[in-house]
Nanobody
Framework: VQLVESGGGLVQPGGSLRLSCAAS????????MSWYRQAPGKGRELVAR????????NYADSVKGRFTISRDNAKNTVYLQMNSLRPEDTAVYYC???????WGQGTQVTVSS
């Protein structure tokens, strides 16, 4: 079971990034997928969650209206589109499959001018 994130980087405030998480080793289409983040000196927090078929999503209040989680079950990939980024969005972002207890290695997102 493996999750591999990509797409992080340095972006200016107000900019956008799209994170991807490629899954392998389990039946991706059967499971809820989540994105978490951890800022320096803080605990890991849930950012967004998507149901197995993609029809239901949930977001942290801090990212509602700015971030969009989606998935492509044919590609075993979950995405996080992040718009209107703020300095407080700076964190390591992790992909998580709760039911198979798997975490990705994380990808750094830095929002700074």
């Amino acid at each position: 079971v493996q999750l591999v994130e990509s797409g992080g980087g340095l972006v200016q405030p107000g900019g956008s990034l799209r994170l991807s998480c490629a899954a392998s080793g389990f039946t991706f289409s059967s499971y809820v997928m989540s994105w978490y983040r951890q800022a320096p000196g803080k605990g890991r927090e849930l950012v967004a969650r998507i149901s197995s078929a993609g029809g239901s999503t949930n977001y942290a209040d801090s990212v509602k209206g700015r971030f969009t989680i989606s998935r492509d079950n044919a590609k075993n990939t979950v995405y996080l589109q992040m718009n209107s980024l703020r300095p407080e969005d700076t964190a390591v972002y992790y992909c998580h499959a709760p039911s198979v207890r798997c975490w990705g290695q994380g990808t750094q997102v830095t929002v700074s001018s």
